[in-house]
């Protein structure tokens, strides 16, 4: 993609330089093309200057005085207000604009193939405007972010990292086809994705987008952005609910309690702003419900309490047991028995598996 910058002049030549030429070549003053024209000494003067406009109706005149034709006037005009334009905001851009820009991961952007891998600041600047759709970055406002995301001791937060992330998420989903948003198809859905989770990424991926299309969810997989702190979020983007993941942790019991915590929070709190489900850190009210509903989604709660109350020795076969009867996969199990402090975290781990989802 060619950068923006390139050609642009350094200095705007006004098409009064050429008037002037033209006037010099035929032996007219000024006065003398004012006359003939009709129009005043001053105008004609300030349009040599640069700095009154020559309209459609003095080209037309022009044309007819100088013999240059009206279209060379008005595209001279034209380019030139547009020179003008364009050094002006290039100032702007370096005063205003490249600071901003340095506030984002460009490189680890570049990397990924989000912008296109240049070095100069100036141009860095122009690429992100681009990629975030605004006119300067100070329109990178956050929308209404759920509080659970916020620093923690682990990740040094960054907000310009989050809002790239968030922004790759919307732009990838532009690009999936949905139903209109249906929460009642979406409830009854949740039995075929809870099935789901026993099979293979080659299989559960394509069939569980084409599932969540079905309700009207946008299902898209954005790669882990550094600082950004989210295992997942779920957004808005016009009348279409999108949740992406960034499978920052790869384990399968991970990744389908991400899945179904970010199910929650569109069948629990729909259309109230973004929200990011952080990888570490304190959790909102709103957090911790969409945690209890993805818990309760996966696995029954009477069905775990009885599971919990009669297994003695919490061994692989009878999780494996447990998880066929249920129609989860046995990760989901010990994830939660971990996460409950009934399973050393170093125990059963055979049952976790971890997936590639998104190429690194």
């Given at each position: ?66 013999g240059v034709p009206a279209h060379i006037w008005t595209r ?132 569980m987008t084409t599932l969540l299309a079905g309700c009207g ?101 009878p999780v494996e047991s447990f998880a066929r009867e249920v ?34």
């Amino acid at each position: 993609m060619a950068i923006e910058t390139r050609g642009w002049p350094d200095l705007a030549i006004s098409p009064g330089e050429l008037l002037a030429e033209t006037l010099d070549s035929l032996g007219l003053k000024q006065a003398e093309l004012a006359r003939r024209t009709g129009r005043p000494v001053q105008a004609i003067n300030e349009i040599v200057k640069g700095v009154k406009e020559i309209t459609p109706e003095t080209a037309l005149q022009f044309e007819r005085v100088l013999g240059v034709p009206a279209h060379i006037w008005t595209r001279l005009e034209a380019d030139y207000r547009q020179d003008l334009a364009r050094l002006h905001d290039r100032k702007r851009l370096e005063e205003r604009e490249v600071p901003l820009a340095k506030q984002f991961p460009y490189r680890e952007m570049a990397a990924y193939g989000w912008v296109p891998d240049v070095k100069d600041w100036l141009d860095r600047a122009i690429e992100l405007l681009r990629f975030f759709r605004v006119s300067s970055l100070d329109h990178v406002q956050e929308r209404e972010l759920e509080a659970a995301w916020r620093r923690s001791a682990k990740v040094a937060a960054s907000r310009e990292a989050l809002r790239a992330w968030l922004m790759r998420g919307e732009r990838d989903a532009e690009g999936v086809q949905v139903a209109a948003f249906g929460r009642d198809v979406l409830l009854e859905t949740l039995p075929k994705l809870r099935r789901l989770t026993r099979e293979s990424p080659a299989v559960f991926c394509p069939r569980m987008t084409t599932l969540l299309a079905g309700c009207g969810v946008a299902l898209v997989f954005v790669r882990h952005l550094p600082r950004t702190g989210a295992q997942g979020a779920t957004q808005w983007v016009g009348r279409k609910a999108v949740i992406q993941l960034s499978v920052r942790y790869r384990w399968a019991d991970i990744f389908w309690f991400s899945l179904f915590h970010e199910l929650g929070h569109l069948l629990l709190h729909q259309h109230k702003g973004v929200f990011v489900n952080p990888s570490s850190g304190e959790k909102s009210d709103r957090e911790q419900e969409a945690d209890v509903f993805a818990s309760d989604a996966l696995i029954p709660p009477a069905s775990y309490k009885r599971f919990v109350a009669s297994c003695g020795v919490l061994s692989a076969d009878p999780v494996e047991s447990f998880a066929r009867e249920v129609e989860v996969h046995p990760s989901i199990v010990v994830g939660r028995l971990k996460h409950e402090g009934l399973l050393p975290h170093s125990h059963l781990n055979d049952l976790r598996p971890r997936f590639d989802i998104v190429d690194e």
